[in-house]
């Protein structure tokens, strides 16, 4: 926000800053834009609430700008200096009806993030249960008879037979 202020506030002096500034917040916005995508992972969502905190900071530069631009042409003796002062009154309009158009929205929580909070978060071993095949999961103790019965049942039966074939 420093950098976007202090842009607006000496585009009107120094004209050749705003190519530069350009370019910072291109490259600003490529690193910026790689870092979200490859590298970071938030680990919290604002849902929009700082919207209004910005909104806030953007007009303050605006109107800074515009007090410094009328006193620049006003010290220079620009003859049409007296039709710039209503704008700094135009901003803090556009300030005020956006704060009362918007800024409710910004304080109230979506219904999809309010669903979000109420959703039941399962635990580990239901986790485990639901995604592992059942011949697979480990219970305290191992009871393959009851799984396997029939198998069970042919194998006595021949070594029942067999038991009784070699006496």
């Not at 607006?8 to 705003?18: E, F, G, K, T």
């Not at 970071?40 to 919207?51: D, I, Q």
Request: with cysteine.
């Amino acid at each position: 926000m420093l950098i976007f202020t202090v842009a607006l506030c000496y585009a009107v002096i120094a004209p050749m800053i705003l190519p530069f500034t350009i370019l910072y917040f291109a490259v600003g916005w490529l690193v910026l834009r790689n870092q979200a995508l490859n590298v970071y992972v938030p680990s919290y969502e604002s849902n929009g609430r700082m919207w209004p905190h910005m909104h806030t900071r953007i007009l303050a530069a605006l109107f800074l700008s515009q007090i410094t631009m009328i006193g620049y042409f006003s010290i220079k003796k620009f003859s049409y200096s007296a039709l710039l002062i209503p704008l700094p009154f135009v901003s803090l309009a556009f300030g005020y009806v956006c704060r009362k158009c918007f800024y409710t929205s910004c304080c109230i929580i979506s219904l999809e993030v309010a669903c979000k909070g109420e959703k039941e978060v399962p635990s580990l071993s239901s986790l485990i249960d639901a995604f592992t095949p059942p011949c697979l999961l480990v219970d305290d103790e191992f009871n393959d008879v009851e799984q396997y019965e029939d198998a069970h049942s042919a194998i006595l039966s021949r070594s029942t037979s067999s038991d009784t074939s070699n006496t």
